[in-house]
């Protein structure tokens, strides 16, 4: 059985596959079943736009000069548990990454994370998971461009159960609910709460393939307005959605998921800033040989700036990875990810902080080496690009990154 859960967060994989999504290429933790396992970590970033600026102009009228780039270090703890008590399985994980800059020493800080999930089962034909995860950190500066500690928290709970009646059909049920909130007085208006719930019934074929449909709801309340001159703005709203799941093996080495349907959005104000519209995402992964994986990506989707702000835009996009074994312990892994964000129906009201389309191109390619299987080592090389609808914004950035991790 797979629980309703698993259609609603990404888990580590546990195998070669890459996400055409995750750039750079995140450090996947395989724990030994049974234990409780600490891990460090060190790592060092050159990046030569830290803050996602046009150009050298645009340092100086934020007042930091016309040197953009700067050195990080980053030094990793944490403990992660992967405990079965008979059918129950217990998962944790509690992590801190104290980040420092070498010359935008203001934007030093520590990154917070702790999940915890019960994988419970009742018997042989109901189980579920029942969890929680805290996260803070910098808010990534694609769309904050200033010289400050803007940080954000994000906590998130939630509740699945799925019931197989049948050894070709299960129900499944789930909640989800999530607080979002930054540290600046002047990001308070993206704070928010969602209540996400979701029901679905899946045919679960003999090949292994998996059908279903889903259908959700969510409500976002945004309890601080947001100014735009003489008007305030209410972002919240409620959301519906009908979809199509897709989980098909295609033949052994092609897999292949969808997950699209019907969106409709409708504001607490502002009708005008309504959607309604057809969302989708795709993904084929194909392993053609032992050692070589691809996986492929295209969406149409509604998104939003910083991921769960209300002020949405359409987004298409395409993804590619692919990640080759030349050794048992070298791994070289290239993706590609392009997204054109269109803002043009939630601005129509004038809504503050997305007042221009863009597209966002991100390539990086990473070297893997795993000395034992306990310690492996990453060095990549990243370019992102910002293309904007006028010339007042746009960007691009090159980094190198460094990191190491040892398990214990």
Not at 63 to 69: H, M, R, V
Not at 187 to 203: F, K, P, S
Not at 358 to 387: E, F, H, I, K
Request: proline share 3%; hydrophobic share 40%; aromatic share 10%.
């Amino acid at each position: 059985m797979m629980p309703l859960y698993s259609c609603l967060t990404a888990s580590a994989a546990t195998n070669d596959l890459v996400p055409t999504d995750v750039i750079p290429l995140s450090e996947v933790i395989i724990l030994p079943p049974d234990a409780i396992t600490p891990y460090v970590g060190l790592g060092a970033t050159y990046d030569n736009n830290v803050l996602r600026l046009r150009n050298k102009a645009a340092g100086q009228a934020i007042g930091i000069g016309t040197g953009l780039s700067d050195v990080t270090r980053r030094a990793e703890a944490g403990v992660a548990l992967d405990e079965k008590i008979g059918q129950q399985r217990i998962n944790a994980n509690l992590n801190l990454v104290k980040v420092d800059y070498n010359r935008f020493s203001t934007l030093n800080h520590v990154d917070k994370n702790a999940s915890g999930n019960l994988n419970w089962h009742a018997g042989s034909h109901v189980e579920g998971n029942v969890g929680a995860s805290y996260s803070e950190g910098l808010t990534p500066f694609i769309d904050f461009h200033q010289l400050a500690q803007n940080t954000r928290k994000q906590v998130n709970e939630h509740a699945d159960a799925a019931w197989l009646f049948h050894p070709s059909w299960r129900v499944n049920a789930g909640l989800v609910h999530t607080d979002l909130s930054y540290n600046l007085a002047s990001q308070n208006a993206l704070n928010n709460t969602q209540n996400q719930e979701l029901i679905g019934i899946d045919y679960l074929a003999a090949t292994g393939s998996t059908f279903g449909l889903q259908l959700g709801h969510t409500r976002a309340s945004f309890p601080n307005p947001q100014q735009n001159g003489n008007l305030l703005l209410n972002n919240s709203y409620d959301q519906n959605e009908a979809k199509v799941k897709i989980d098909w093996l295609a033949t052994g080495i092609t897999h292949m998921h969808f997950l699209g349907g019907w969106v409709r959005r409708k504001q607490d104000a502002f009708s005008v800033r309504d959607f309604s519209g057809f969302n989708s995402r795709l993904s084929v992964d194909w392993s053609p040989t032992s050692k070589v994986d691809v996986s492929v990506s295209a969406w149409r989707q509604i998104g939003a700036v910083d991921d769960l702000t209300s002020i949405y835009s359409l987004n298409r996009g395409a993804g590619a990875a692919a990640s080759w074994h030349y050794s048992e312990k070298i791994r070289l892994v290239a993706q590609y990810k392009y997204e054109k964000r269109d803002f043009s129906h939630s601005t129509a009201s004038g809504a503050l902080g997305a007042d221009q389309n863009d597209a966002l191109r991100n390539l990086a390619l990473t070297l893997v080496y795993q000395p034992t299987q306990r310690w492996d080592v990453q060095l990549s090389a990243s370019r992102s690009t910002q293309t904007v609808s006028n010339f007042n914004g746009g960007y691009s950035s090159n980094a190198v990154m460094f990191n190491t991790r040892y398990i214990f």
